[in-house]
């Protein structure tokens, strides 16, 4: 064989063997729960993993009296100072807070409108409110219903820390309306509670505090969906949990799995943490043995995105959870759980005794 053959039949092999590389690269999609760059980490850098906060949010909240209604000017004051504490709460929904401006339970409520619609980076954020219909009850206190005219600019890269412009920016336009309870006399008045419901946070007021205080239950609820949302985030998972059936447990990653099926785009999931929110009355089921509760839980997941962006989404998945008293401790036992959500259906109860002794 001469040598331009012998050339010429390397040359093929090494084309061939180039091209049965390339074919196996593309066809290949790690797992985001073990990848921590996902399909793209050759070719870029990760960014920044961390959700940013965004440095001196420019906050604009405006607040006047309908032209038919007369109202004090105390009352237009603490509406102004309400909402851009609102305001406030949407452009860092994680820091702490304190006010003067209204109850514990109405911060709270407040609190979670903000998580709940921390899906975005909110770096201007323009409030006007127009206050009508105020109602003095004998009791004292003076109900207003405040309309919102809200306008956001919104960046849904959660790591960003930069916005000197308004590049790659969305705009998101809303009205709301809140019936403000007020409580106080003179110029000394406080938001006593806010009723309002919300499309844009996906949660109406009550959603926080509008249950019976009853930790018998809510706590061990908390904390069962505080190991779903490890299980999807790869956070620490007890192996025998005090809270849950060991059933339970093994569904919470069975339902990290499908979520991750069903949402392509999360390429890797850097945090994910769980609310339980919107408790409902509890109800005695089985001779009065176990308590069954409807609740809601909202999922916050922080994740790498096909986009090569930290993004952020929010899954609410409403459940029916049972719970069972435990004779060592004065909390209960979560001992099933009944929702169905991202194909995956779960429908177990399994009480750790017999209800009733022969």
Same mark, same amino acid.
């Given at each position: 064989m001469?040598?331009?053959?012998?050339?010429?039949?390397?040359?093929?092999?090494?084309?061939?063997?180039?091209?049965?590389?390339?074919?196996?690269?593309?066809s290949?999609?790690?797992?985001?729960?073990?990848?921590p760059?996902?399909?793209?980490?050759? /070719?870029?850098?990760?960014?920044? %993993?961390a959700?940013?906060?965004?440095?001196? +949010? $420019?906050? #604009? &909240?405006? =607040?006047r009296?309908?032209?038919e209604?007369?109202?004090?000017?105390?009352?237009?004051?603490?509406?102004?100072?309400?909402?851009?504490l609102?305001?406030?709460?949407l452009?860092?929904?994680?820091?702490?807070?304190?006010?003067?401006?209204?109850?514990?339970?109405?911060?709270?409520?407040?609190?979670?409108y903000?998580?709940?619609?921390?899906?975005?980076?909110?770096? /201007?954020?323009s409030?006007?409110? %127009?206050?009508?219909?105020?109602?003095?009850? +004998? $009791?004292? #206190? &003076?109900? =207003?219903?405040?309309?919102?005219?809200?306008?956001?600019?919104?960046?849904?890269?959660?790591?960003?820390?930069s916005?000197?412009?308004?590049?790659?920016?969305?705009?998101?336009?809303?009205?709301?309306?809140?019936?403000?309870?007020?409580?106080?006399?003179?110029?000394?008045?406080?938001?006593?509670?806010?009723?309002?419901?919300?499309?844009?946070?996906?949660?109406?007021?009550?959603?926080?505090?509008?249950?019976r205080?009853?930790?018998?239950?809510?706590?061990?609820?908390?904390?069962?969906?505080?190991?779903?949302?490890?299980?999807?985030?790869?956070?620490?998972?007890?192996?025998?949990?005090?809270?849950?059936?060991?059933?339970?447990?093994?569904d919470?990653?069975d339902?990290?799995?499908?979520?991750?099926?069903?949402?392509?785009?999360?390429?890797?999931?850097?945090?994910?943490?769980?609310?339980?929110?919107?408790?409902?009355?509890?109800?005695?089921?089985?001779g009065?043995?176990?308590?069954?509760?409807?609740?809601?839980?909202?999922?916050?997941?922080?994740?790498l995105?096909?986009?090569?962006?930290?993004?952020?989404?929010?899954?609410?998945?409403?459940?029916?959870?049972?719970?069972?008293?435990?004779?060592?401790?004065?909390?209960?036992?979560?001992?099933?759980?009944?929702?169905?959500?991202?194909?995956?259906?779960?429908?177990?109860?399994?009480?750790?005794?017999?209800?009733?002794?022969?």
């Amino acid at each position: 064989m001469s040598k331009r053959c012998l050339q010429i039949i390397t040359a093929l092999l090494c084309v061939l063997l180039l091209a049965g590389c390339g074919a196996k690269a593309q066809s290949t999609r790690q797992n985001p729960l073990e990848s921590p760059a996902g399909a793209k980490a050759e /070719r870029f850098d990760p960014p920044e %993993t961390a959700r940013a906060a965004v440095e001196h +949010p $420019d906050i #604009t &909240v405006s =607040v006047r009296w309908a032209e038919e209604a007369e109202g004090q000017e105390a009352i237009r004051t603490l509406a102004a100072e309400y909402f851009t504490l609102m305001g406030t709460i949407l452009a860092a929904p994680e820091a702490s807070y304190e006010s003067v401006c209204c109850s514990e339970e109405v911060l709270q409520e407040l609190t979670l409108y903000g998580w709940m619609a921390s899906t975005n980076l909110y770096p /201007r954020i323009s409030i006007q409110v %127009t206050l009508s219909r105020p109602e003095t009850y +004998p $009791d004292g #206190t &003076v109900r =207003v219903t405040a309309g919102l005219k809200t306008a956001l600019k919104s960046c849904r890269d959660i790591s960003r820390t930069s916005f000197t412009s308004d590049a790659n920016l969305e705009s998101i336009d809303f009205s709301e309306e809140h019936r403000l309870t007020l409580s106080g006399a003179g110029e000394n008045w406080t938001v006593a509670w806010d009723a309002f419901s919300s499309d844009f946070g996906r949660m109406e007021s009550g959603y926080a505090t509008n249950h019976r205080d009853d930790a018998f239950c809510a706590e061990p609820i908390r904390s069962y969906f505080s190991l779903r949302a490890n299980a999807l985030d790869g956070g620490y998972v007890a192996g025998n949990p005090e809270f849950c059936i060991g059933a339970l447990r093994s569904d919470a990653f069975d339902f990290a799995q499908a979520l991750l099926k069903d949402r392509p785009e999360i390429l890797r999931v850097y945090r994910a943490e769980s609310r339980a929110v919107n408790l409902g009355q509890f109800r005695r089921i089985d001779g009065d043995a176990a308590t069954q509760v409807p609740v809601d839980e909202c999922i916050r997941v922080e994740y790498l995105s096909e986009n090569w962006m930290v993004e952020c989404s929010i899954f609410v998945i409403p459940h029916t959870i049972t719970t069972f008293p435990q004779a060592d401790s004065d909390q209960d036992l979560v001992v099933g759980d009944l929702y169905k959500q991202f194909g995956h259906a779960c429908s177990i109860v399994e009480y750790p005794e017999p209800l009733w002794s022969d």
